[in-house]
């Protein structure tokens, strides 16, 4: 038989959850990248994982390693024969070292040279002497986002491992690490067995773990789970909610046998604002929430998994812990209540912001400094300017409520019931609560300008305060977010498209800082550095940002508007050329310093259309410039083509006569300087070099 | 490999419950069996049983141990007057700590659940993912919380590190919340009515304790006199460092990591200030473990030789 089947487990105790995933896609990668390294050839492949273990199997892995032939390079032929035509020493050490005959070697030529070549063919071991190896260089190269030593070894690793079972075909491969051997052996799920269980060839793995209630395939796991859940919330019509839609992994992750279990608790607890059941479940407990299907509310009804099948007893620790939780936060939720929101500000006087830049209480003052001066830069009514202020003013004082504490991110969300329930407008509240989006990459953004406002005030009096104590962000080392604090800042402005200009505001509010570090210049390009990044991660090309974001701090959403339509725009080929013609103009002109122009001098046909169609659409560009409509503006820049095309075809520019030659640079200019506030055409480089560079 | 402690489980089956001090009982005769030396509270006030030195100092350097004890455990912070059916400035956590860490660690837990009258097959275990870490003893450690039917029971840990020196070998720490524990098994929601004996409930012996150190922890501890009992004790602790006096020494860091919690308690600190605090005992305890490893060595590990006699 040249084929057999491999299967390779690890036992260890419970792996952290969140790490199975990355850990048994990088078993399978270091394992399958072993075996093909070493010529091992095989079939499929089928992984399984659970808390307690991590395996692959094999189908048809050869016995022995395909034979190969062994080729290596040996001197060049100039060095290898004596002028005699007889072998050199630098050729008889060769042969020597890699104990073959003269016989054994032929002559190729790479690199326009000669060189001697050893070609032999080597005869392939068996497989099972290899396979050691190649776990052992798996094992010790999985990498885990924390490891551990647990034996004298000091070998490291997620959690202990406590065995290993190892078979190909049904012979068991020795091996070793951290003190464990290999068997033939593995374990059940703890509830459900006793002893170890002998697996006789790999086949019979997942049967005889399936037998002893254990799933060892994860999706088969994950599907089990996802269709009870599904049975149980059809009946009732329920169902699970987004913000939960993380626990169907989670909970997959940490049993071996999920079971689906519907709980309840008292309706009593339904008067607690629904983010505060919703994370009480989901981050302490693991539990589904369950929503009533029709009207998307919340209910007292929820999900446990379980990892054993009977629940006669389980069922009532599961709701009591949830109760527990429960009253906590109801506790939390009327003591907090008892006293006015706004009374809460005050209290913010103890909690430190940071040590140089005082406490919450000082930042919010200045919050609502900045706050006046960009909502006076916003085209926002008087009425809408008064409650901004009041949101400001009101931003942070959840952060002192008993919830909060408890659950750190419900920063905001319970400032929005706190505020509301203590008669502020809606807007307010909102605002309150959404003052903190994005809070990660995939959040939604402020709907209200009232957060907007907020949410880039706060986060550039964290800017301007961390640089004003001399703490900017270095290299990889950036402690207080503020890379991403930008990114914030300008995916709010581009998403409420606020135009405004952020030197000014960064300008204005320097003087709320002790200013010892604090130097405009330094703010503005940490701003433009990042802006710049922003738009690279948007898949905007260098050129097309280099040159679109000119004074881009004038108007941060106009920049980025310039932006996309060049890159719009681009995608169209005749386009890409008619940039590379006025690159070409540009590149003509740059240096030339004296020009003139004037109608009459025009002397060719072509560079008369030029002026003509140019001076046809003069205005309309400058009437779209001035509206900001720059996809107009471009595709009228498209329609040049043809004129520009024929210009170059029978125009020299530089022709002999210097009265011809100043005044063709005149025109290129006088077209050029049209287009210059939306596109600075020097800094476009050939699609073809801008994809290489 | 995996057996339930069968005497123990049937004997107990029979009883409708548990009392606080049965689980006690059994615990301690449980791990006895097992080896381990059932030690006793350590007369200082201090935060959890890992600051006993059963586990603090014995965790460190190469001598083995296993060691099972009661800790009452004290929680200036958590403290809410009697009041809160789930929160106590004192409570009791059962304690083990077996260097090196049996490779059989896990089932030996398993059984000891069973040791207490909880047959793990009915009941829904789990180790979920929960590493710890204790600044002021600069110690972390990898492993679990176990829940039993979703509730929190035992802090299971692997050190990897104490007073800042890497362990080897490596000690694993059990560490069961006996108030939860007695909660499950009596099938009560509140921690006064748990049974302590077959009369008396936590409630009776416990309640107006919670209640006159909350008030003392939260309103009447005097602050300036406990910055200076921290300054005294850390100065105390220093000289008998030099002394080489180290058992003495860190009766003084236990003392200062409590009097820390205090001056929290009582709101005393800002952020920075708690920082510097939390450095102190951390550099203090730091000094303690060098020193006890140092005068082990001077002594020939001792308890090498007696394991090896075994």
Known sequence: MSHRDLLVEIGIEENPHSFIQDAMSAFRALFTGGLEENKISFGSIQEFSTPRRMALYYRDVAVTQSDYIEEKRGPSVDKAYLPDGKPSKALLGFLKGSGVGLEDIQIRTTNNREYVFLSRKIKGRNSASILPGVLDSTLRSISFPKTMRWEESGFLFSRPIRWILFLFGTETIEFQIAHVKSANR?????????????????????RTLRDRNVIADRNKRKLRLMQQIGELTEKKGLSVPDIAAGLFDVNTDLTEYPNAVLCEFDSEYLCLPQEVLTSEMIEHQHYFPLTERATGKITHFFIAISNIENHSKTVNGYQRVLRARLDDGRFFFMEDKKNPFSEYTQRLNPVTFHEKLGSMYQKVGRIKSICSILAGMLSVSEETKKEILITAELCKNDLVSLMVNEFPNLQGIMGYYYAK??????????????????RFAADSLPKGI??????????????????SIGLKPKGSKDPFALRRNVFAIVRIILSLRLNFSMKRLIDESMSLYSSKHLNTEEVESFFQ?????IFTEMNFSYDEIDASLSNVLDDVCEAYRRVDALHEFRKNPDFEDLLVSFKRMWNIIKDETVFSFSEE???????????????EIRESVKQNVKVKNYREVYSILSS?????????????VMDEDPALRKNRIGLLRTIIEVFSEIIDISKIVSSRQSKTG | MLT?????????????????????????????SKGSVI????????????????????SLGPEPWNAAYVEPSRRPTDGRYGDNPNRLQLFYQYQVLIKPAPPDIQDLYLESIGAMGIDYREHDVRFVHDDWESPTLGATGLGWEVWLDGMEITQFTYFQQVGGIELDPVSVELTYGLERIAMFIQNRDNVFDIMWNDTLTYGDIRKREEFEFSTYNFKVASIEKHVDFFNQYEEEASLLLKRELVLPAYDMVMKCSHIFNILEARGALSVTERTAYIQRVRNMARSVAEGYIAAREKLGFPLIKSAGAH
Not at chain 2, 14 to 30: E, G, P, V
């Open chain 1, 640 to 652: 040049f083509k043809p004129y520009v095309d024929k210009f170059f075809d029978h125009v020299l």
């Open chain 1, 186 to 206: 593995t374990y059940g799920h703890r509830s459900y067995t006793d002893t170890d269980l002998t697996i006789k060839e790999p086949s019979a793995y997942e």
């Open chain 2, 39 to 58: 030690a006793q509270p350590y007369d200082v006030e201090k935060g959890a049983g890992t600051f006993n030195p059963a586990t603090f100092l014995r």
């Open chain 2, 4 to 32: 339930l402690n069968k005497y123990i489980f049937e004997n107990y089956q029979m009883k409708a419950r548990m009392t606080l001090q049965d689980i006690i009982f059994h615990l301690n005769s449980f791990w006895g």
């Open chain 1, 450 to 467: 009232h957060g907007a406002v907020v949410g880039i005030a706060d986060r550039l009096d964290t800017i301007l305060g961390i640089f």
């Open chain 1, 601 to 615: 001098l025009l002397s060719e046909d072509e560079e008369r259309e030029l002026f003509r169609y140019f001076a």
């Open chain 1, 421 to 438: 329930e203590s008669g502020f407008p809606e807007t307010v509240s909102v605002g309150i609560r959404e003052h903190y989006f994005p």
């Open chain 1, 529 to 533: 550095d990042r802006i710049r990044s």
